[in-house]
């Protein structure tokens, strides 16, 4: 099964930028379409992107649409977050999941339950 780890989280003024990493181990992550997901404190997870495993597809959630990039590097095992014009409501811990399976449709790709494999998180702080 494949092991992620998430880097990059920090502290960042409004408007900043931060760019989140998620490497893998243990598995190609070629095999794999991958999403980031955000919890905030006394909220529900969040799905933030999604990218299919050959990096053609990406889907978002509305309110990053603009402003967060995903992609991935198979070669490298890795899926990274570009954040820009953070704001503080995007103040969260990300993590990034691992699904065996394709579904080319955000209304899965933000369901946790079809992801089989999580990150432990990275803190993101935004402040005003």
């Known amino acids: 099964q494949v092991q992620l780890v998430e880097s990059g989280g920090g502290l960042v003024q409004a408007g900043g930028s931060l760019r989140l990493s998620c490497a893998a181990s243990?598995?190609?992550?070629?095999?794999?379409?991958m999403g980031w997901f955000r919890q905030a404190p006394g909220k529900e997870r969040e799905f933030v992107a999604a990218?299919?495993?050959?990096?053609?597809?990406?889907y978002y959630v509305d309110s990053v649409k603009g402003r967060f990039t995903i992609s991935r590097d198979n070669a490298k095992n890795s899926v990274y977050l570009q954040m820009n014009s953070l704001k503080p409501e995007d103040t969260a811990v990300y993590s990034c999941?691992?699904?065996?399976?394709?579904?080319?449709?955000?209304?899965?790709?933000?369901?946790?339950?079809?992801?089989?494999?999580w990150g432990q998180g990275t803190q993101v702080t935004v402040s005003s």
């Open positions: 243990g598995r190609t992550i070629s095999n794999y379409d």
């Open positions: 990218v299919s495993r050959s990096g053609g597809f990406t």
């Open positions: 999941a691992a699904t065996r399976f394709s579904y080319y449709s955000n209304s899965y790709y933000s369901r946790p339950q079809v992801y089989d494999t």
